[in-house]
């Protein structure tokens, strides 16, 4: 028998959009979100560069570069309104310690169908040509975090999906008939608990710590805090997003959720990482680290490679836990998680490193045999 009622665990992007799926397209008759913030999308979803990726950015993990490509299209006509165009996308390779050169770029852009061509003279010129080998035009764009929150407000209360704001969900269990028990605990301490038909961990960074005792099935996780610098850029690249890969380098490109330009550097972006522990909650890590910003130095580096950045007025840093499978990190690559828990039937974990993965999971959740 199909699936009565659903719970979501987690209201970032991911959350939402499952959410959705499941109250308009699987017909789950009540579909309920737990979210520990005061408001959606808050987090991840909203602490990131804000790149709807083209594949680019993939060169080591073909699997997740062909899948971001198939995905473009469909995501920005799928959120038209969210998406910022308004700028040119641009990829650099450098002539050091670079791990693609230009000939090995164009080759993998060309096997993911990914377009691209060489940069107008006016921009290569931007470049510092000693340590610049090539500079491509690229077909890449950002989406506004603010325009998703609204969208994703709006939509939930169209389609009678309700939002539990504020609850913190404490420890998913088996119940009877074939159910999964939530239960949570309100802001105020207050604590309740439900049962449902089936329940979706998305909790990013939190996916570990919903469970109390996974013993051996316990996530392979790494996470790092990742500092995300907002600046203004100067005039020349104002309407531009630059990436220079792949190493040690870093990207720049429109961040419309703050109408500024976003900064992050491979190397200074990270500030510190850990792999998955029990109760230790990545978050209230972040909470209690001493965060100084480090973009004098992604500036400073950054502009040895394009110089006008050292004209680049920084407004703030967003700091935020970032996760990854440990497996990936070799590669770079951003597969989905998709996976029943080992103790409680009905409750599957669900992470993505990239807002396009979203469809990947709509796939795997149209497979569930609760959900037939």
Not at 9 to 20: D, K, P, Q, S, T
Not at 255 to 264: G, M, Q, R, T, V
Not at 272 to 281: N, T
Not at 337 to 352: C, N, Q
Request: charged share 25%; aromatic share 10%; hydrophobic share 35%.
């Amino acid at each position: 028998m199909a699936a009565e009622s659903a719970c979501v665990i987690g209201g970032g992007f991911y959350g939402v959009v499952i959410a959705l799926y499941l109250k308009l397209v699987r017909r789950v008759e009540i579909v309920e979100i737990y979210e520990r913030e005061l408001i959606l999308l808050s987090r991840a979803s909203f602490v990131n560069q804000a790149r709807v990726h083209g594949g680019y950015h993939y060169p080591r993990s073909f699997t997740t570069a062909f899948r971001s490509r198939q995905n473009l299209t469909r995501f920005c006509s799928d959120w038209t309104d969210c998406i910022y165009t308004d700028f040119q996308k641009y990829y650099a390779l450098s002539r050091r310690n670079s791990k693609i050169t230009p000939l090995q770029f164009r080759r993998f852009c060309d096997q993911i169908g990914a377009p691209m061509q060489e940069a107008e003279p006016e921009i290569s010129q931007l470049f510092n040509p000693s340590l610049i080998e090539a500079v491509y035009k690229v077909q890449e764009y950002a989406f506004d975090a603010q325009k998703l929150r609204s969208w994703a407000d709006c939509e939930l209360v169209k389609a009678g999906v309700i939002c539990h704001i504020g609850h913190l969900v404490v420890d998913p269990s088996s119940d009877l008939g074939n159910t999964v028990r939530v239960s949570t605990r309100e802001r105020t301490g207050a604590l309740e608990s439900r049962s449902y038909s089936i329940a979706f961990n998305c909790t990013y960074s939190g996916l570990s710590q919903v469970e109390v005792d996974q013993g051996s099935g316990r996530l392979r996780l790494k996470h790092e805090i990742a500092e995300l610098a907002l600046i203004d850029p100067p005039p020349e690249l104002e309407h531009i997003g630059v990436t220079v890969m792949d190493g040690p380098f870093f990207s720049t490109m429109p961040f419309p959720a703050k109408d500024c330009h976003s900064l992050s550097h491979v190397r200074y972006t990270p500030h510190s990482f850990w792999v998955d522990q029990h109760g230790l909650s990545p978050y209230e890590v972040l909470g209690q680290s001493e965060l100084k910003t480090r973009v004098d130095r992604m500036i400073r580096d950054a502009s040895r490679y394009l110089p006008a950045l050292a004209k680049s007025r920084y407004r703030e840093s967003l700091f935020e836990v970032k996760t990854v499978l440990e497996k990936n990190e070799s590669d770079d690559g951003r597969p989905i998680l998709f996976r029943e828990s080992t103790l409680t039937s009905g409750l599957y974990s669900v992470l993505g490193g990239k807002l396009d993965n979203i469809y990947d999971i709509l796939e795997s959740i149209d497979e569930l045999p609760r959900l037939r």
